[in-house]
Nanobody, 124 residues
Framework: QVQLVESGGGLVQAGGSLRLSCAAS????????MGWFRQAPGKGREFVAA????????FYADSVKGRFTISRDNAKNTMYLQMNSLKPEDTAVYYC?????????????????WGQGTQVTVSS
């Protein structure tokens, strides 16, 4: 069983930055592919970014490419999402997800473990 806890969300003005963290309670964190997804009010869950188990092969949604950076520290069992140049359309609940895999996984359906989410609100 993997438990994931997100933190770092909040209210920020457009153009600002936030760093989200996802702490995993699992002994073998380095065996898990990790991803970030988001869900805005009235919309479905949307892929944001993903990374493989070693921290390589990051992949981003076109809407965040060049502004967001995904990373992980396997020694700390933690994944991060650095979000810069935030826009009002980035407002959503952000979820981290984990799946035991060596690959970078882009589909929400591929992940078995999810955090509870953290709210990000970007004001204009």
């Amino acid at each position: 069983q993997v438990q994931l806890v997100e933190s770092g969300g909040g209210l920020v003005q457009a153009g600002g930055s936030l760093r989200l963290s996802c702490a995993a309670s699992v002994r073998t964190f380095s065996r898990y592919a990790m991803g970030w997804f988001r869900q805005a009010p009235g919309k479905g869950r949307e892929f944001v970014a993903a990374i493989n188990w070693s921290g390589g092969n990051p992949f981003y949604a076109d809407s965040v490419k060049g502004r967001f950076t995904i990373s992980r520290d396997n020694a700390k069992n933690t994944m991060y999402l650095q979000m810069n140049s935030l826009k009002p359309e980035d407002t959503a609940v952000y979820y981290c997800a984990a799946e035991e895999s060596e690959r970078t996984l882009l589909s929400a359906g591929r992940y078995d473990y999810w955090g509870q989410g953290t709210q990000v609100t970007v004001s204009s």
